[in-house]
């Protein structure tokens, strides 16, 4: 049986929980492999409309065993309550494991987030302030908390007297800002440590077994591939790789047990925060493609900032296929051009006297390019009702051949709708 990645292929926000909650009942193991709650699913289901942050979408489903790898960095305040809302939705959490090598956003993190954000001004990067990035700062630094070492005492008393210590230096001789108490964070965590006892184990012995004996697996992505620490539009990144190569390495499995890499587009561009996007757009066309209002409206759902639009940027698209090795393409909100009379697709780049069809390395140059529009004509007609890839309209049809073409890779589903049954398997993928 296959190990499959679903990874967001353009700057996060392309639809991949919904998808997850889809292919989830193929699978018997989904695995949440990197990012932290800066990252968040909406998945509609029978249950209802659920914002999954650190929970993996496959939770639905009772028969799935679902994991938090060690590539992931947990507030655990945040997971309890996520966990709690699950509960009383009904939805069995019994089967989530998480795994103790996974380190932990402390509240010096997130301080320390906001504060430097604050403090980049102008050049900030819009980052959400839940202390990702020091916190995996800290990972690399060797510094971190893991979450295994809040279900033992000692160890975690040595490790946060040690590390709080440098970090109430920072926050009190650069930021001016009052220390944080080593007593009230030591008691606070180790009573998240125990709320969380019953899902921390070392998931190791669980995933290779699954492996073993030839389950489905499904590794579930977050952000995007344009959000990768070493890949994406660096500085105005996330401090994790959420990419095919991220997968393996955050979920603990070897690239060669990897046998598909599902890309997530959507039918257009998004954006949230900071950064350069080639393909923006304002005006009437953006507001057909943010949809406000509407159940697909571009709202972060983590941050609730307004997303920015534009036109899909195959340039883009085609460089994260290469750097992910993606072999089949999911299109999601193909249904939010509907009423779109033309529909542009980016094909290449205008720097000065040169096209290029890659993206520059450096941001300042990428923010220079103009983009090179190939113009399709739209379809004018609902899609919400298709469930077959043959009964949508010619143009949509077109178009959808015409972005895979340029991507270079299959295509495998195509989603008109936030319901599950509103999508189109195109191919078989799991």
């Not at 650069?174 to 709320?195: A, M």
């Not at 660096?234 to 890499?261: E, K, M, N, W």
């Not at 039918?267 to 509407?294: C, K, M, N, S, W």
Request: glycine residues 10%; hydrophobic residues 40%; charged residues 20%.
């Amino acid at each position: 049986m296959p190990v499959v990645a679903l990874i967001g292929a353009q700057w996060g926000d392309e639809g991949k929980g919904h998808l997850v909650d889809l292919l989830a009942n193929k699978a018997r193991l989904v695995i949440r492999y990197g990012g932290g709650n800066n990252a968040g699913h909406t998945v509609v289901n029978h249950l209802g409309t659920f914002k999954l942050h650190l929970v993996p979408s496959g939770i639905f489903d009772p028969g799935i065993v679902n994991v938090i790898a060690s590539g992931v960095v947990i507030d655990p305040e945040a997971l309890i309550k996520e966990i709690a809302g699950l509960e009383a939705s009904g939805v069995s959490t019994a089967k989530l494991f998480v795994s103790e090598r996974a380190h932990v956003v402390m509240p010096y993190h997130m301080l320390l987030d906001q504060l430097q954000e604050d403090a980049r001004g102008i050049g900030k990067i819009g980052t959400t302030g839940r202390g990702i990035g020091p916190a995996y700062a800290d990972k690399m630094s060797r510094t971190g908390i893991r979450i295994g070492d809040l279900l033992h005492e000692e160890t975690l008393l040595n490790r946060l007297t040690a590390v709080l210590e440098e970090k109430n230096r920072v926050l009190t001789r650069l930021y001016n800002v009052k220390p944080i108490s080593l007593h009230d964070t030591y008691l606070r965590y180790l009573e998240f440590g125990r709320q969380l006892a019953e899902h921390i184990t070392d998931v190791h012995p669980i995933i290779h077994r699954a492996l073993e004996k030839d389950l489905p697996v499904l590794l579930e992505g977050a952000q995007g591939t344009l959000l990768d620490i070493d890949h994406g539009t660096y500085p105005y990144v996330t401090s994790s790789p959420p990419g095919a190569a991220g997968a393996c390495q955050g979920a603990g499995i070897g690239p060669t047990q990897l046998d598909s890499v599902i890309g997530v587009f959507k039918a257009y561009t998004t954006r949230v925060g900071e950064g350069p996007f080639p393909t923006e757009i304002d005006g009437p066309d953006a507001d057909i493609l943010r949809q406000i209002g509407t159940p697909w409206a571009e709202v972060g759902v983590t941050t609730g900032r307004l997303r920015r639009v534009g036109w899909f940027d195959a340039v883009l698209a085609r460089y994260a296929t290469q750097i992910n090795g993606i072999d089949t393409v999911a299109i999601t909100k193909l249904d939010v051009l509907d009423t779109a009379p033309t529909i542009k697709i980016c094909t290449g780049y205008q720097l000065h006297e040169t096209q290029l069809d890659y993206p520059p390395a450096t941001v300042a140059v990428l923010g220079q390019v103009e983009p090179i529009y190939e113009e399709m004509p739209g379809w004018m007609t609902p899609t919400t009702h298709v469930r077959h890839f043959h009964d949508l309209p010619d143009a949509a049809q077109a178009y959808v051949s015409r972005l895979c073409q340029l991507i270079g890779a299959r295509l495998g589903i195509v989603s008109v709708g936030p319901d599950r049954e509103q999508t189109i398997i195109a191919a078989e993928v799991f």
